[in-house]
């Protein structure tokens, strides 16, 4: 009755935890902002739903919103156009409409291992073979270049790369990015890189493929930039003429991203800097005080995150991590397993801190004793 492909993929480890808390558990499992979106945000959405914009819209996205996004990037290529941003209902639908289009069943995906949780499972949607490729916290969760080239073979077709990390917070040096593009030219592949957290980095530089998109595409997303997930909004940016496959592609998808959506976007962007200003360095105090707290379990070790709003530390309890994530639900507080990210990512647990200071404290709080007990 069922596909093999729907078979073949498993339920996201980091909704199964969330499922099974009880309400009123700290939430540090999932990747959502505690802010609310910018008030220039909810106005346009108020005044959006009001002035009757329930119509179906083109289907890349609404042309003042393309061409916004398109200015504001112009700060990393001037060639970028609207012709080269399609709006998507988030980074999810995104990513799935690039691997239809560039992927055939049996082409191979270089995918980061620990990485997102849709990376390896859409590809097996899709019918390709998802390649996990090493990130090792010993190299600070870096792709290594050496052992990518092996993994290349004529079948890639792709290689993922998500930098600020979910799970890791690792950024990308110079040096990686420029490997990357190196690799990407001379072994024909396209790089598909998620950029969802490029606003979220503490203390290094991000580098965005976006003036590089005759190799790339890039992945973007407001969820987090503008702390609207639910609203289900993001875009994508690719040469011309991919974007236009991609724009076909969204059509079955999605027919077209929601309008009243992207009206509120639309009045929203220019007031996006002005918000990250103000939310980054409250981010920035919580990732030093969940690193810390977590640095003083026993057992625990955990690397201070560059960006996005993950730490991802490594304890040494026999104990795989979706039972130890269990355990410590059980007592209050939603993690995610770090098996849920890749084989790599075992023995790692996933805390979000885009939660209060207070919750923070608590819940790591409940994390230590639950260690403690299970010790
Ligand atoms: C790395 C990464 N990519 C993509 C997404 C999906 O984002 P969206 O809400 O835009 O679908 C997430 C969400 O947590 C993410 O962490």
Redesign the pocket.
């Known amino acids: 009755m069922v596909s093999k492909r729907s078979m073949d993929v498993r339920p996201s480890g980091i909704r199964e935890i969330f499922e099974m808390a009880a309400e009123g558990a700290i939430n540090l499992g999932l990747?959502e902002l505690d802010f609310d979106p910018p008030e220039e945000a909810r106005e346009a959405l108020k005044k959006a739903c009001t002035s009757g914009s329930s119509k179906y819209g083109p289907t890349s996205g609404l042309m003042e919103l393309r061409e916004l996004i398109a200015s504001k990037e112009i700060a990393h290529s001037n060639s970028i156009t609207a012709k080269n941003v399609l709006v998507t209902g988030?980074?999810?639908?995104?990513?799935m409409a690039i691997y239809q289009v560039l992927l055939d069943p049996g082409d191979e995906v270089l995918v980061p291992d620990p990485g997102?949780v849709?990376y390896a499972p859409d590809a097996t949607l899709v019918g390709a073979r998802p390649i996990p490729y090493a990130l090792r916290e010993e190299s600070d969760f870096m792709p290594n270049m050496s052992e990518l080239q092996e993994l290349v073979t004529p079948k890639t077709k792709a290689i993922v790369v998500?930098s600020p990390?979910?799970p890791t917070g690792a950024v990308i040096s110079k040096e990686v990015f420029g490997g990357l593009l190196d690799l990407a030219r001379d072994r024909r592949m396209m790089i598909i890189s998620?950029e969802?957290?490029e606003d979220f980095v503490y203390d290094s530089k991000h580098f965005t493929f976006a003036g590089d998109l005759d190799v790339s595409i890039v992945?973007s997303?407001?969820?987090?930039s503008l702390a609207v997930?639910g609203w289900?909004?993001?875009y994508l940016m690719a040469n011309e003429e991919l974007l236009n496959e991609l724009s076909k592609m969204q059509y079955y998808l999605l027919a077209c991203p929601a309008t009243p959506i992207q009206q509120a976007v639309t009045a929203a962007l220019p007031y996006k800097d002005k918000f990250i200003a103000r939310i980054l360095p409250i981010m920035d105090a919580r990732r030093r005080r969940m690193v810390s707290l977590l640095n003083k379990i026993p057992g625990f070790s955990c690397m201070l995150p560059s960006g996005?709003f993950y730490a991802f530390p490594r304890y040494d309890l026999d104990m795989p991590s979706r039972e130890l994530a269990e355990a410590i639900a059980r007592a209050g507080v939603i993690s995610s397993p770090g098996s849920a990210f890749g084989l790599l990512g075992e023995r790692h647990l996933r805390f979000s801190y885009a939660a209060s200071e207070d919750d923070i404290s608590r819940g790591i709080e409940v994390v230590g004793s639950v260690v403690e007990h299970l010790a």
Request: hydrophobic share 35%.
């Open positions: 990747g988030g980074a999810t639908e995104g990513i997102f849709l998500n990390s979910n998620d969802v957290y992945v997303s407001f969820s987090k997930p289900r909004i993001g996005a």
